[in-house]
C-alpha cells in the first residue's frame, strides 16, 4: 500500500509537470502559427517535420490517456 501512495504522491507532482508542459507546448504553438502566418509559402522540411512529430505525439497521447484512467 505505500507504493501506491508513494504513485499517487508522484502523480500529483507528475499531473502538475504535465499541465506545465502542455501550456508552454499551446504557448509555442500559437507563437510558431502568428511567425508562419497566413500566406502560403515554402517553409523548412525541418520545422514541418517538427510540427507534424508533435502533433502526432501529442495526439497519442490524448488518444491513450483513457486506457491509464483505469489504473488508478
Do not use: C
Request: no cysteine.
Amino acid at each position: 500500500k505505500a507504493k501506491s501512495k508513494n504513485l499517487k504522491e508522484g502523480g500529483d507532482h507528475e499531473v502538475a509537470m504535465a499541465q506545465n508542459s502542455l501550456k508552454a507546448i499551446a504557448k509555442a504553438a500559437m507563437e510558431l502559427s502568428n511567425k508562419i502566418g497566413g500566406v502560403e509559402r515554402d517553409i523548412p522540411g525541418w520545422i514541418q517535420d517538427h510540427i507534424t512529430n508533435a502533433e502526432n505525439y501529442i495526439e497519442q497521447a490524448a488518444q491513450g490517456f483513457h486506457e491509464l484512467k483505469g489504473d488508478e
